[in-house]
């Protein structure tokens, strides 16, 4: 239930929903529709990440009791939409957890990684806790939450109607956001009355140079729509092997090393890919390029077993060159002693490690190893919560704390936006045309900060849609 004053928009019998994340923030993507006869679906289940000193609390307290949660509908594998169904699971969910094949498979990894951070940092933290005579605290979730997690994950294909519960049927369409990324289609049929919401999930690009573009999908009476490049359009200039080569020539002539951090799942397959199709055009400079993050390596290899997923530019690639995301020079960084050997060893060099905000992970150790050298150039390739510490640098600090210590930003500091995963307003402008707008009744923007939200709903009521909602957190509406 949502803070009294939302209740004026409730009638009873009401079917409703409420926004419990990616509500006027990218990250934490969790929406609980709740139908007339009371049964609840929850569309994605994402983690909070990046809110500062906020996160914690925010992830621990979802805004809803998961034991009532009859099923739940996964729109893509990323943290910020997957990473809090352990706890889920953990506080009491028992149902199914419905999302595209490959979107199971790389979840199970991810999910896996996550648990295995949460106990490692509630350990570290516990330590710091005991110290100041503070109680013991439990993790957000456990292994043993996660793989319980991953028996409940039932695959469906694309443009496939599903039974999830009685009287509501599931479809997924592709999003061409990262492999398996969908867009869900619910059909809801209640008391003799059919509804259709639609949930982007996370919109990609039309023209990716990997991914098939979003699909169209049937009219819908509600929409929820992510809205994180609502304001902007991508930088259509030099295509990304060619600012990558830039960065590369650059630290080569500084003897430096360049730090990506980039995402898991998704951005690392794409610089792989870019590297690749420098290597082809026999443009690739003759240097080390370092994966360090054995997640990114799992990754790839399960993005590699998905091919028909792929779209044209690429499967004709793969006719003659057999492995697009591998090339001369490729190493792969395992276990975190050979990690920490990168610190040692001299420049120039590329180094391709996670997290993409570098908020955690191998990457924010090379960060503060690199970032008081102006040797080095440390490169964002995509999107940074403004709290993250890519936001932080990429906003212009001059100093930033790092596990504690504070450092001065020597190095050079950059970003290569037209790497997005993310659609531009173009593309969410596209997604949507396959829609009558004045048959849905209302469009609420998710996944966007405020201020780019505004903006884009001022574009949408241009475009004929009459009903526009930026919700906040926890905020719950009715539908009829
Ligand atoms: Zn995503």
């Not at 099923?71 to 352990?86: N, W």
Request: aromatic letters at 8%; proline letters at 5%.
């Amino acid at each position: 239930m949502g803070p009294p004053w939302t209740r004026y928009y409730l009638k009873i019998a009401d079917m409703k929903i409420a926004f419990h994340g990616a509500a006027q923030t990218v990250t934490g993507s969790k929406h609980l529709v709740t139908l007339k006869n009371g049964k609840k679906i929850l569309l994605d289940c994402g983690m909070f990440q990046g809110m500062g000193r906020d996160t914690e609390a925010m992830n621990r307290d979802m805004g809803f009791d998961a034991r009532e949660v009859d099923v739940m509908i996964l729109s893509h594998a990323h943290i910020d939409h997957s990473g809090l169904i352990p706890k889920l699971v953990g506080d009491g969910f028992n149902g199914k957890i419905f999302c595209t094949p490959a979107t199971k498979t790389l979840t199970a990894i991810l999910l896996e990684d996550s648990a295995e951070i949460q106990e490692s940092d509630a350990k570290f933290s516990n330590k710091k806790r005991a110290q100041q005579h503070l109680p013991y605290q439990e993790p957000l979730y456990t292994s043993a939450d996660a793989e319980r997690a991953l028996e409940m994950l039932v695959p469906v294909e694309y443009g496939q109607w599903a039974n999830v519960i009685e009287g509501v049927e599931v479809m997924f369409t592709d999003a061409g956001h990262i492999i398996g990324s969908a867009c869900v289609h619910l059909k809801i049929n209640e008391n003799g009355k059919l509804l259709r919401l639609s949930f982007s999930g996370d919109i990609g690009r039309y023209r990716d140079v990997i991914l098939k573009s979003p699909d169209v999908f049937p009219q819908a009476d509600y929409i929820l729509m992510e809205s994180t490049y609502g304001n902007s359009l991508h930088d259509p200039g030099d295509s990304t092997p060619e600012l990558l080569l830039k960065w590369i020539r650059d630290v080569i002539s500084k003897k430096g090393k360049l730090i990506l951090p980039a995402f898991s799942v998704g951005r690392t397959q794409e610089i792989l890919f870019a590297l690749n199709q420098l290597e082809l055009e026999n443009t690739l400079p003759d240097i080390d390029y370092y994966v360090d993050s054995p997640l990114s390596i799992e990754a790839t290899s399960v993005v590699k077993s998905y091919p028909s997923y792929f779209n044209r530019n690429i499967q004709q690639i793969m006719k003659t060159d057999n492995d697009p995301f591998a090339f001369r020079g490729l190493k792969y960084v395992k276990t975190v002693e050979q990690s920490k050997q990168l610190n040692y060893l001299n420049g120039p060099m590329v180094i391709i490690s996670a997290s993409g905000m570098a908020d955690a992970g191998r990457v924010k150790h090379h960060i503060s190893n690199t970032i008081e050298n102006s040797r080095n150039s440390i490169v964002f390739t995509g999107y940074c919560e403004p709290r993250s510490l890519g936001g932080r640098l990429l906003a212009g600090a001059k100093e930033v704390g790092i596990y504690g210590v504070d450092h001065q930003v020597n190095a050079e500091i950059g970003s290569i936006r037209s790497m997005s995963a993310h659609g531009d307003y173009e593309d969410l402008s596209q997604w949507l045309s396959c829609q009558d707008p004045k048959l849905v009744k209302k469009l609420f923007l998710v996944h966007g900060e405020p201020d780019v939200q505004g903006e884009f709903k001022k574009r949408l009521l241009k475009k004929g849609f009459p009903d526009i909602m930026i919700p906040e957190r926890h905020f719950e509406i009715g539908l009829d």
